[in-house]
């Protein structure tokens, strides 16, 4: 039987009573364990936890559906590789019950999210972070291991985030210091591109899809991102979530380039200014967060 449900535009309003019938319809098994919506949950997906080990992630909108078969195909075959959890989805569920995008079911990991200065040993979490980082590089991305769809601004070049960037600057001059903003800028966009063979990166690194215990990093979440491309995206977690000492061990860890650091700065650099711009004001936490990717790209520059 088909479902009508209430829609906000053009996107489903997704609630427990959904979730519910997605599971009963596809996974039966599942359908009798309590759900739990998390808050504040991403801007991609609603995700319920299932039970005490599982969780339901469902995309919001057209821009994230496909997300659950990428991370369905790949996350299997990555996890054994990676020397941190990721959360393997089980399974993989489809449209239905009027919900009309893939949706899945995927491992639940206790822990609490990663926050700036929460860190047991931030030289440990950097170390760590990078052998992550290189361990995801080093997997071969050739005709058995091609990436899914994935968004194309990330792992691409940089110059396709530059007049967004270069508006967004104008807009926050006055808040940060415009002048300073377009050094940073423009040293990332004369640095030479990525010309070797390009690597699978996570595609979006920053403290919200890590988590600790304890202060100790436990797991990495959301591969929502995940492709291959240029590495530099990945630096992200460099200004987002590490003090400076760290950043410095994780970069020596990583064993970055020159070009390639520039270009990840810029990238953090356009990422804070994109999310400052479209959410600071309504979002206290965006605010803070962002507020602090930004300046730490100043800081690293001088």
């Not at 559906?65 to 990721?86: H, N, S």
């Not at 440990?124 to 071969?140: D, G, M, N």
């Not at 860890?253 to 004001?281: E, I, M």
Request: aromatic residues 8%.
């Amino acid at each position: 039987m088909s479902v009508t449900i209430e829609q906000t535009g053009a996107n489903p309003v997704i609630d427990a009573a959904l979730v519910e019938r997605l599971l009963a319809a596809q996974l039966p098994d599942l359908a009798s364990l309590p759900l739990k919506r998390l808050e504040p949950a991403g801007s991609d997906n609603v995700i319920y936890r299932l039970g005490d080990d599982l969780a339901v992630r469902l995309p919001r909108g057209d821009w994230s559906t496909g997300q659950p078969r990428k991370e369905f195909q790949w996350l299997p075959r990555l996890a054994p590789r990676l020397p941190l959890p990721v959360p393997t989805p089980i399974a993989l569920g489809s449209p239905g019950e009027g919900y009309p995008w893939y949706w899945c079911v995927s491992r639940w990991f206790e822990g609490e999210t990663a926050t700036i200065g929460g860190l047991a040993d931030a030289d440990r979490t950097a170390v760590e972070l990078a052998e992550f980082v290189k361990a995801l590089q080093r997997v071969p991305p050739d005709e058995t291991l091609v990436p899914g769809p994935h968004n194309s601004f990330i792992g691409a070049p940089l110059a396709r985030r530059d007049p967004a960037t270069r508006a967004a600057i104008e807009a926050v001059d006055g808040v940060f210091d415009g002048t300073a903003l377009t050094e940073v800028w423009n040293a990332a966009m004369a640095a030479p591109p990525w010309s070797l063979p390009p690597v699978w990166i996570h595609g979006d690194l920053h403290p919200g899809n890590l988590l600790t215990v304890d202060g100790n990093l436990s797991a990495v979440l959301d591969f929502g991102g995940l492709g291959v491309g240029d590495p530099a995206c990945d630096l992200l977690i460099a200004w987002t979530l590490l003090p400076s000492p760290a950043r410095e061990t994780f970069r020596a860890t990583l064993d970055v380039d020159d070009a390639t650091w520039a270009r990840g700065r810029g990238y953090a650099l356009s990422t804070g200014l994109n999310a400052y711009t479209a959410y600071a004001a309504t979002n206290p936490r965006v605010a803070e967060n962002t507020r602090h990717q930004i300046t730490e790209t100043l800081k690293d520059f001088r």
